[in-house]
């Protein structure tokens, strides 16, 4: 049975997640090796601990199979706008068949209304296994297009 349920940082992040977060990396990581692998749980804690960071996990008997990791703030551009970007979304490949995705993402807006975000912004990839899934699945749940976003790397 999956189930699909709001957790934060510490309880999420266990082996399973450790073991995803590490799948996503090797699957979608935008600059390959260059940085190699190094995330940053310090960072996420402090995010989750000041209500900045919002996780829906999707959990097959209580193993990770997927996450959706969200950041949550007020608008720079309108200070009563309560918005949600996403950060990482990935679900394992063994269950991406059937709607184990379109729950995830369709539960975490769930969440996200019920913490009072008007407005959030989410994304797939380009250039990936996933890109014709994530772009079909966008418009399906009524998100349209809004800009361009390009990775420069300028670094040594």
Known sequence: MITYQVERWDTAMCRDTRDLLRQHHDEVGEHGDTLGYDPDYDAARRMDQSGALHIVTARE????????????????????????????????????????????????????????????????????????????????????PLELSYSLWIGD
């Open 61 to 144: 008997d209580g193993r990770m199979i997927g996450y959706c990791v969200v950041d949550i703030g007020t608008s720079l551009e309108h200070r009563a706008l309560l918005c949600a970007t996403q950060r990482m979304w990935f679900v394992h490949r063994d269950h991406r068949h059937g709607r184990v995705g379109w729950r995830l993402m369709t539960e975490t807006i769930r969440h996200l209304k019920e913490r009072g975000v008007r407005q959030f912004y989410p994304h797939h990839r380009v250039g990936c296994l996933t890109e014709r899934v994530g772009a079909k699945m966008m418009t399906r749940l009524g998100a349209t």
